[in-house]
């Protein structure tokens, strides 16, 4: 993609969706973590059928860790590799606890040092809670960054220092919302919807077909 096709990519996206938002459901900084955290190689609408009990039991750390790692597996039966997502919860609400109140750090360090918590859940919070212009490369955002040359690359931290360098700041907010949303519902990954698609004019694969 031509730099100067940005700009314009992301201001079709805004028009369509000026205020675009995770579609995994919380009510906190900690339900959000643990969203972010069981949503790894699961969809939105599975971890938020599954969070909907979880929550309603425990919503606090101290109220996850109390239930325990057993508890916590009953709850999330239904989402794929529910026993390690269990035991990394209930250890990070261990260490939120010890180590930082009770409360879900703001730095990226702290975040990417507990359990279950790589450099993308790190960013989903860091953008989503607290406002930072982080971008999270998820198979949805890795996709479309390269079927559209917006951010080419072969891996997802190749595709992330990409985007840091060619986002418009006006956009940086918000991007990784319209890229994860129009991969989900416009760019899928076997049959993307070229002829529906609002940004084509600009895309590398779109302008062919």
């Known amino acids: 993609m031509k730099p100067e096709a940005i700009e314009p990519f992301f201001a079709t996206l805004a028009a369509a969706n000026p205020q675009p938002a995770s579609e995994l459901e919380y009510t906190s900084v900690f339900e959000l973590l643990a969203a972010?955290?069981?949503?790894?190689?699961?969809t939105d609408v599975g971890?938020?059928?599954a969070t909907r009990r979880l929550f309603?039991?425990?919503?606090?750390?101290?109220?996850?860790?109390?239930?325990?790692?057993?508890?916590?597996?009953?709850?999330?039966?239904?989402?794929?590799?529910?026993?390690?997502?269990?035991?990394?919860?209930?250890?990070?609400?261990?260490?939120?606890?010890?180590?930082?109140g009770g409360q879900v750090p703001r730095s990226r360090q702290a975040l990417q040092?507990?359990?279950?918590?790589?450099?993308?859940?790190?960013?989903?919070?860091?953008n989503v809670a607290f406002g930072e212009p982080t971008q999270a490369v998820d198979t949805h955002?890795?996709?479309?960054?390269?079927?559209?040359g917006l951010a080419p690359g072969r891996t997802p931290a190749a595709v992330e220092a990409q985007l840091e360098a060619r986002l418009p700041p006006a956009y940086r907010i918000n991007?990784?919302?319209?890229?994860?949303?129009?991969?989900?519902?416009v760019c899928t990954a076997r049959s993307p919807r070229c002829q529906a698609c609002q940004?084509?004019?600009?895309?590398?694969?779109?302008r062919l077909t």
């Open 175 to 185: 991007a990784h919302h319209w890229l994860i949303l129009h991969g989900r519902y």
């Open 56 to 100: 309603a039991l425990a919503s606090t750390p101290q109220a996850m860790l109390a239930l325990g790692e057993t508890g916590i597996a009953e709850q999330i039966r239904s989402i794929g590799l529910y026993r390690n997502k269990a035991r990394h919860l209930a250890q990070t609400c261990a260490i939120l606890l010890a180590q930082h």
């Open 141 to 148: 955002v890795f996709r479309v960054s390269n079927r559209s």
């Open 113 to 126: 040092a507990l359990p279950g918590v790589g450099r993308k859940t790190a960013n989903v919070v860091l």
């Open 36 to 42: 972010v955290l069981l949503s790894a190689q699961a």
């Open 199 to 206: 940004v084509k004019p600009w895309c590398d694969t779109g």
């Open 47 to 49: 971890v938020n059928k």
